[in-house]
């Protein structure tokens, strides 16, 4: 489809990615594992400009998730993105 798709494939994508980071914590020794860790249900969303359309597209669908959001210079609809 389109790189900015954050509705449908990109997002479902994009929580692929946040499961495998938070399972396996990479860069992080495995001796230092047990010590660190991120949790995939507290996620502050940003983005700006096409990541600001996905930043809202994940505040508003993915509530739960969320500790806050910063949207900045975001699109609301791609059919209006000119």
Same mark, same amino acid.
């Given at each position: 489809m389109f790189a900015y798709n954050w509705q449908e494939l990109g997002r479902l994508n994009s929580f692929k990615a946040l499961d495998v980071?938070?399972? @396996?914590?990479?860069?992080?020794?495995?001796?230092?594992k047990p010590y660190y860790g991120a949790d995939?249900?507290? =996620?502050?969303?940003?983005?700006? @400009?096409?990541?600001?359309?996905? &930043?809202?597209?994940? @505040?508003t669908h993915?509530?739960?998730?969320? =500790?806050? @959001?910063? &949207?900045?210079?975001?699109?609301i609809r791609s059919d209006d993105y000119v």
């Amino acid at each position: 489809m389109f790189a900015y798709n954050w509705q449908e494939l990109g997002r479902l994508n994009s929580f692929k990615a946040l499961d495998v980071f938070v399972s @396996s914590l990479p860069g992080v020794p495995d001796e230092l594992k047990p010590y660190y860790g991120a949790d995939d249900y507290k =996620i502050l969303y940003t983005g700006h @400009s096409m990541g600001g359309h996905g &930043c809202l597209v994940f @505040s508003t669908h993915e509530t739960d998730r969320a =500790i806050g @959001s910063a &949207c900045a210079a975001a699109w609301i609809r791609s059919d209006d993105y000119v």
